[in-house]
Structure formats: C-alpha cells, structure tokens
C-alpha cells in the first residue's frame, strides 16, 4: 500500500470534483430555504455523488460498453455539452431573479449539481482509474473521503461566502462558471478527437 499515491488519487479526485466551483449553484437554489432544507439538499447532493461515483468505478466501461453500448467518449461529448449550457445561463443570466422552471431545489441538488457539475465525466473517468489503481476497498474509501468534504463544502458553503462578501460571491460565481465552459469545450473536444482517432 503506497501511501503517497493513496493520497495523490484522493487530491486528484477531489479537484476535479471540485466542491467549491459548486458553492454559488448551491447558494442560489438554497436562498430562500431553510437550515434544516438545505441540510437536506446537501445530503441529497451527497448521496447522489456517492452512488454515481461508486456504482461508475465498479461497474465502469464494461457496463456501458456491454449494457447501454456507450463509450466514455459519449459521455465526455453529452456531459460536456450539458456543462456548456448550464455555464452559459450562469453567465447572461439575471442573478436577481429565481428562475428554474418550476424545478424545485431537491431535484437541482441531483441534477445538475451533484452531475455533471459535481460528479462529471472527469470524475466519473477518474474514479474508474482509481478503481483499476487500488482495487474495490481503497477506491471506496477515496470516494467516501472526497463525498465527505463535498458535503461539508456545500453544508457549509454560506460561512464560507461570508469571507468573500456579496459582490465577490457574484464575481467568484461568473468566473467559475467561464471555468466551467472552457471545460465542458474540453470535454466535447477531447470525445470528438478520440473519435475521429
């Protein structure tokens, strides 16, 4: 057992998670909601990561390629696009206003902040890789450790925004969701290139 590279995997995982790029979505669908709500939405975010993350490492490219005969590839073009679009309406549209389509919170903290924006096709792939590395029990115990502090991130995501203030909030929500496009583009680029390979 290489500590090290155990450590290294958790730390990748969880950058590319990246609970914090996560923080102003959840705020947004949270405004107007309770303490005891948004504990519940975090945990729904929660559970959601939990389940892809470990149901995509163990079952992995052999359940799309065998099941549902989808690659990674299809993934990485159809999450990514997804990605774009979310990230664009961030970007232009009102921050002022409440508008989600008559979508209530609980099922915004499934879709789509625990996935794609949470768990995407980067962890997803990720996590398949960190199954192959380190087999069943150490994969299960990195994805518990990086759904943990997901949880925590989001649980305690309005102290956190106090140290950066409103406008900053604001700000800090444009730029990761300018971030978030440039990787959604290199999510579509990266599946249409092994394609074309």
Same mark, same amino acid.
């Given at each position: 057992m290489?500590?090290r590279?155990?450590m290294q995997?958790?730390?990748?995982l969880f950058?590319?998670?990246?609970p914090?790029g ?6 947004e669908i ?5 303490e005891?709500?948004?504990t ?5 975010t929660w559970?959601?990561?939990?389940v892809?993350?470990a149901g ?5 490219q052999a359940m799309?390629d065998?099941?549902?005969h ?6 990485k ?7 774009l ?10 921050? +002022?206003?409440d508008?989600?389509?008559? =979508?209530?919170?609980?099922? !915004?903290s /499934?879709v789509p902040?625990a @996935? ?7 962890s997803?792939v990720t996590?398949v890789?960190i199954?192959?590395k380190?087999g069943?029990l150490?994969?299960?115990v990195i994805?518990l450790?990086?759904?943990v502090?997901m949880?925590?991130t989001?649980?305690?995501s309005?102290?956190?925004f106090k140290?950066?203030?409103?406008? +900053?909030?604001k700000?800090f929500?444009? =730029?990761?969701?300018?971030? !978030?496009? /440039?990787?959604a583009?290199? @999510?579509?680029?990266?599946g249409?290139?092994?394609?074309l390979k």
């Amino acid at each position: 057992m290489d500590f090290r590279e155990i450590m290294q995997d958790a730390i990748t995982l969880f950058a590319i998670v990246n609970p914090i790029g996560g923080i102003p979505f959840f705020l947004e669908i949270t405004k107007n909601k309770s303490e005891k709500e948004k504990t519940h939405i975090a945990y729904l975010t929660w559970v959601t990561g939990v389940v892809l993350l470990a149901g995509f490492s163990f079952a992995g490219q052999a359940m799309l390629d065998l099941v549902f005969h989808i690659t990674l590839n299809d993934i990485k073009i159809a999450g990514g696009a997804l990605l774009l679009v979310i990230s664009i309406l961030n970007i232009v549209k009102n921050t +002022g206003k409440d508008e989600h389509h008559g =979508v209530s919170a609980s099922e !915004l903290s /499934a879709v789509p902040l625990a @996935f794609p924006l949470l768990v995407g096709p980067g962890s997803l792939v990720t996590s398949v890789i960190i199954f192959q590395k380190q087999g069943f029990l150490l994969s299960m115990v990195i994805i518990l450790a990086v759904s943990v502090c997901m949880w925590a991130t989001l649980r305690y995501s309005e102290p956190l925004f106090k140290f950066i203030g409103e406008m +900053g909030t604001k700000v800090f929500s444009k =730029v990761m969701s300018v971030i !978030l496009a /440039a990787i959604a583009v290199r @999510f579509i680029m990266t599946g249409i290139t092994s394609y074309l390979k």
